[in-house]
C-alpha cells in the first residue's frame, strides 16, 4: 500500500504541477493578451489621431480652394459688372453730342479745361465735329484762346499750356476713365466697407 500511496501522491503532485504549469501559462498568455491589446489600441488611437489630421488638412485645403474659387468668380462677376456699367456709360456719353444738352455740357467741359490750366493764353483742342460750337465758346468767354479742330473724341475738349507743357483733357472718354476709377473704389467701398 505505501506503493500505491506514493504513486497516488506522485499522481497528486504531478497534478498539481500541471495545474501551476496551467496557471502560470493563462497568467502569461493574459499577460500577453493585455499588452497586445493595449498595444492595438495605443495603435488605432495612433492611426485615428493621424487620420483625423489629415482629414483636418484636407478638410482647411478645401476650404481654402473653395474661398479662392468664389473670390476668383466674384472677381470676374464684379469685372463684368463694372464693364457693362461703364460700356452704358460711354455709351450714352457718344449719344449727347446730338442731344440739345451737348452745347451747355460742351461750354462746361471746355471753361473748366481752361480754368484748370492755370496760365493765360493756352490751346484748346476739339474734334471737327465741335469746332463751330467752340469758336462761339471761346469768341463769348474766353477770346485770344487759340482754337485747334485737331482731335477725335466723343465730346470734351483738350486744353493744352502754349508751350505745350501741361496737358488738360477733359473729354468725355478721360472723363470716363476718371469716372470708372472712382466707381469700382465706390463699388469696393459698398461691397467690402473699405478700399
Known amino acids: 500500500m505505501a506503493y500505491e500511496e506514493l504513486i ?26 493585455e499588452f497586445v491589446r493595449r498595444q492595438a ?5 495612433r492611426i485615428q489621431r493621424e487620420g483625423e489630421a489629415r482629414i ?18 466674384f472677381a470676374r462677376l464684379r469685372g463684368e459688372y463694372e464693364r457693362q ?19 451747355s455740357i460742351m461750354e462746361r467741359l471746355l471753361l473748366e479745361a481752361v480754368a484748370s490750366l492755370g496760365e493765360p493764353g493756352g490751346r ?6 465741335d469746332e463751330a460750337l467752340a469758336l462761339g465758346i ?10 485747334v479742330a485737331d482731335i477725335s473724341t466723343m465730346g470734351g475738349a483738350v486744353v ?14 478721360a472723363r470716363l476713365v476718371r469716372a470708372s476709377e472712382d466707381f469700382r473704389r465706390e463699388l469696393a467701398r459698398r461691397l467690402f466697407g473699405g478700399e
Open 160 to 173: 493744352t499750356s502754349s508751350d505745350d507743357r501741361i496737358r488738360i483733357d477733359n473729354t468725355f472718354e
Open 8 to 33: 497516488a501522491s506522485m499522481e497528486r503532485d504531478a497534478e498539481r504541477r500541471i495545474q501551476e504549469v496551467r496557471q502560470q501559462a493563462e497568467a502569461a498568455i493574459n499577460e500577453e493578451r
Open 124 to 129: 484748346v483742342h476739339v474734334d471737327p465735329r
Open 56 to 73: 483636418e488638412v484636407e478638410r482647411h485645403q478645401r476650404l481654402y480652394r473653395a474661398r479662392e474659387e468664389e473670390r476668383a468668380a
Open 138 to 147: 471761346l469768341a463769348r468767354s474766353l477770346p485770344g484762346v487759340e482754337l
Open 85 to 103: 456699367v461703364i460700356d452704358a456709360a460711354g455709351e450714352r456719353l457718344a449719344q449727347l453730342r446730338g442731344s440739345d444738352r451737348y452745347p
Open 41 to 45: 489600441e495605443e495603435l488605432r488611437r
